[in-house]
C-alpha cells in the first residue's frame, strides 16, 4: 500500500519541478530546475573527491567495511546534475555497505554523445583494473541506467569483463521516445515532461540516431550482461523503456528481476529522507547487488 508521503510527493514535484521543466527555455534553465531536486545527504557517509580513469567524480563511503564497490552514473537527461545531487543515493548505497564511485561525466550540449559513454567506460575500465570484475557492481538511474547499459555494451565489445550485477532505477533505454507510456502516463507522471522527451534527446545527440544502440539499449544486443534488477513506478512515463528492455534482456537469455512500484514518482529513490518507499527500494537494491557479488565469490 503507497505510503502517505507518495501521496503528498507527487503534487509537489508536480508544482515546483515540474512546472518549472516545461516553461525551461535553454538547458540553463532546465539544468536549474533539476538543482532544486538536491536533498540531504545520509548521515555517517562521507564524500571525497578523486578521478578514476581520468574521469573526475566523487566516492561516497560509510563506516561499515565495503561489501563491495559500485560505480554508480547519475540521471538528468544526459544535460543535468552531477554526483553531488545524486548523493542521497550513492549515499544511500554506502550506507548499505558499498563503496561507491559516481563520476562526473560529462554532458550535453557542450559535450554531446558518445561523451557520456566515452567517461564512462574510461571509470569502468580503471575500476576493473583496481577492483575486478567479481567485486563491481555498475548501478544508475534515468539517463544514467541508459548509460549503464550503454557502457556494458561498450564494454562487450572492447571485450571486458562484466561486473557482477547491474542495478537500475527507472532507465532511459529509448531515445527514440516510442513508448506507449510516454503518453499514456503524460498526466500522472510528477516530474518529467513526456512532449519534452524527444527535444532532450535531440540535445544529447545532436544529429546522431537514437536507434543508436551505445544512445538507446534497446535497440542493441543485451545477451551476456550481468544478472540485473530494475526499479520503476508505475505512474512513469518511462515506464515502459523499463518494461521492454526487461523483456528483451529474457527474450535473449538474461537474468532480470523487474520491480515496479506504485504511486511513486519518477526516481524516488533519490527521496530517501522522505519516502519510506525510497528507502525500502535502495535496501531492495543493495541486498540484490549483495547477492550478486556473493554469487560471483
Not at 544535460?79 to 562526473?104: D, K, Q
Not at 511513486?264 to 547487488?289: G, T
Amino acid at each position: 500500500m503507497p505510503s502517505w508521503q507518495s501521496y503528498v510527493i507527487n503534487p509537489v514535484l508536480r508544482l515546483f519541478v515540474k512546472r518549472r521543466l516545461a516553461k525551461a527555455q535553454t538547458p540553463l534553465e532546465a539544468r536549474a530546475a533539476f538543482e532544486c531536486l538536491s536533498a540531504p545527504a545520509v548521515s555517517g557517509v562521507s564524500f571525497e573527491a578523486d578521478v578514476v580513469g581520468g574521469v573526475p567524480g566523487e566516492w561516497a563511503t560509510g563506516t561499515a567495511q565495503a561489501a563491495g564497490v559500485m560505480l554508480y552514473l547519475h540521471g538528468g537527461g544526459y544535460f543535468a546534475c552531477s554526483p553531488a545531487t545524486h548523493r542521497p543515493i550513492t549515499g544511500g548505497f554506502a550506507a548499505h555497505g558499498f563503496a561507491v564511485f559516481a563520476p562526473r561525466y560529462r554532458l550535453a550540449p557542450e559535450h554531446p554523445f558518445p561523451a557520456a559513454v566515452d567517461d564512462a567506460l574510461a571509470c569502468y575500465r580503471a575500476a576493473l583494473v583496481t577492483h575486478g570484475a567479481a567485486r563491481l557492481v555498475m548501478a544508475g538511474d534515468s539517463a544514467g541506467g541508459g548509460l549503464a547499459l550503454a557502457t556494458l555494451l561498450a564494454a562487450r565489445k572492447a571485450e571486458l569483463a562484466m561486473p557482477a550485477g547491474l542495478v537500475l532505477f527507472s532507465p532511459w533505454t529509448d531515445l527514440a521516445a516510442t513508448g506507449a507510456s510516454i503518453k499514456a502516463n503524460a498526466e500522472r507522471e510528477s516530474l518529467l515532461v513526456g512532449s519534452r522527451i524527444a527535444e532532450v534527446a535531440a540535445l544529447y545527440l545532436q544529429g546522431v540516431n537514437p536507434e543508436t544502440p551505445l544512445a538507446s539499449p534497446l535497440y542493441g544486443d543485451l545477451r551476456g550482461l550481468p544478472r540485473t534488477l530494475i526499479q520503476v513506478s508505475d505512474r512513469e512515463i518511462l515506464l515502459d523503456d523499463s518494461r521492454r528492455i526487461a523483456e528483451k534482456i529474457k527474450a535473449e537469455g538474461g537474468w532480470v528481476k523487474l520491480s515496479i512500484w506504485p504511486n511513486l514518482p519518477h526516481v524516488w529513490q533519490i527521496s530517501q529522507s522522505f519516502l519510506p518507499e525510497a528507502r525500502q527500494a535502495l535496501a531492495q537494491a543493495a541486498d540484490f547487488a549483495k547477492s550478486t557479488l556473493a554469487s560471483c565469490a
